[in-house]
Structure formats: C-alpha cells, structure tokens
Antibody
Framework: QVSLKESGPGILQPFQTLSLTCSFSGFSLGTSNMGVGWIRQTSGKGLEYLATIWWDDDKYFNPSLNSRLTVSKDTSNNQAFLKITSVDTADTGTYYC??????????WGQGTLVTVSS | DIVMTQSPFSLAVSEGEMVTINCKSSQSLLSSGNQKNYLAWYQQKPGQSPKLLIYYASTRQSGVPDRFIGSGSGTDFTLTISDVQAEDLADYYCLQHYSSPDTFGAGTKLELK
C-alpha cells in the first residue's frame, strides 16, 4: 500500500529557503522507472508541477522555477527532498509529493501548507 | 510548455445525470513509439489531495468506478461521468505528462444543481 507524507516549516519569511521532506512507504526509489514528483497548489496558478527525481537520480525541473529548485533523495530511508530558495508570497500554497510512474502522478501525499509572510 | 485548456470551468448537475469535461492540449500527447496518450485525469474533493482516476487517456486506475470514462487522442480529450453520484462532487483536472514541464488544466468544479 503506497503512502506519502510531506513535512515542512509551515511558515517562513520572504527570501528564506523552503525545505520539504517527503517520507514514503509501499515503494522504493531504488526500483527502475520509479520517481517522486513535487507539485504545488496555489490560489494564483492552481496545480503547478515543480520537479521530479527518478530512481537513477535523473532530475527534471519546471523551467519557470529551475534556478531556485533542488531535489534529492535518500533511497535507504525512503525519503525525497525539495528545496526552493528565495521564497516570496507567490510561493504560498499547499505542496504535494507524489509517486511518479509512467502513468503520471499515481499517488499523492496529504500535502503540507506553506505560508510565506513577513 | 504545452497548454491544457479545460472546459467548462464549472458544471451544476443533478444526481443520475451524465456529464462531460473537456481538455484540449496545444500539442499532440500521442507517443508515436507506443501509441499511448500521456493524459491523465484527477479528482480532488474538498480538503483532500488529488486522486488519479484515468491514465493514458482511457485506462481507469484500480478501484475507480466504471462510471468514469476517459476518451480522446492527440489533442482532444474527454472525461465522462455517467450516473453522477453525490460523492462525485469535486474538482477535476487533466494533466499532460508527454512533455516536460508537465502541465495541468485549470480545473472543472462539479456542483449539485
């Protein structure tokens, strides 16, 4: 049974770095063709794809945020990580991690709300 | 980026009715290699995360009721919900994952009439 859960700071100030952790079970990032995708939902842009990290450490980013994004993984501990640098109020929203497979984003975490405010 | 144009923005229905939601992509989502359309449909109920309903345009995810039907190919896709139930009231989104960056439609809100 696949399960994912995001964790993060909840609130942070403009220009800080957002660090999110995705802890998952029911699959392994050591398995071929398996990935973890990050998606956010904001009032301004709806559902927005951010990045994917694959089992072979290949990474894809949304070019609109490319320079601000970092993704990484800890395969042994079934975790994936997302960092977004220099946040502003437009980054306020709910952040999801997902199991990524050929069929798309198959399973989603419950999401974690991130608020950027001074 | 591939633009996903989803319509209508909202839909008011009665239980038992059939509804269709459309999604049009700015480029074809059909892979010439495997003849699959990289188009998925998601359902999001209030306070919940999106749930995968349909992938490869027409394949139902395990556990999804057969009243949810995906169709279409190339650039034009449809999600049909026959015999709408109260539990189907939600937001629905299409997603293309043919070309990076993956992009979503703006969503369709299904409401009770």
């Amino acid at each position: 049974q696949v399960s994912l859960k995001e964790s993060g700071p909840g609130i942070l100030q403009p220009f800080q770095t957002l660090s999110l952790t995705c802890s998952f079970s029911g699959f392994s990032l050591g398995t071929s063709n398996m990935g973890v995708g990050w998606i956010r939902q904001t009032s301004g842009k709806g559902l927005e794809y951010l990045a994917t990290i694959w089992w072979d450490d290949d990474k894809y980013f949304n070019p609109s945020l490319n320079s601000r994004l970092t993704v990484s993984k800890d395969t042994s501990n079934n975790q994936a990580f997302l960092k977004i640098t220099s946040v502003d109020t437009a980054d306020t929203g709910t952040y999801y991690c997902t199991q990524r497979r050929g069929r798309g984003f198959a399973y989603w975490g419950q999401g974690t709300l991130v608020t950027v405010s001074s | 980026d591939i633009v996903m144009t989803q319509s209508p923005f909202s839909l008011a229905v009665s239980e038992g009715e059939m509804v269709t939601i459309n999604c049009k992509s700015s480029q074809s989502l059909l892979s010439s290699g495997n003849q699959k359309n990289y188009l998925a449909w998601y359902q999001q109920k209030p306070g919940q995360s999106p749930k995968l309903l349909i992938y490869y345009a027409s394949t139902r995810q395990s556990g999804v009721p057969d009243r949810f039907i995906g169709s279409g190919s190339g650039t034009d896709f449809t999600l049909t919900i026959s015999d709408v139930q109260a539990e189907d009231l939600a937001d629905y989104y299409c997603l293309q994952h043919y070309s990076s960056p993956d992009t979503f439609g703006a969503g369709t809100k299904l409401e009770l009439k």
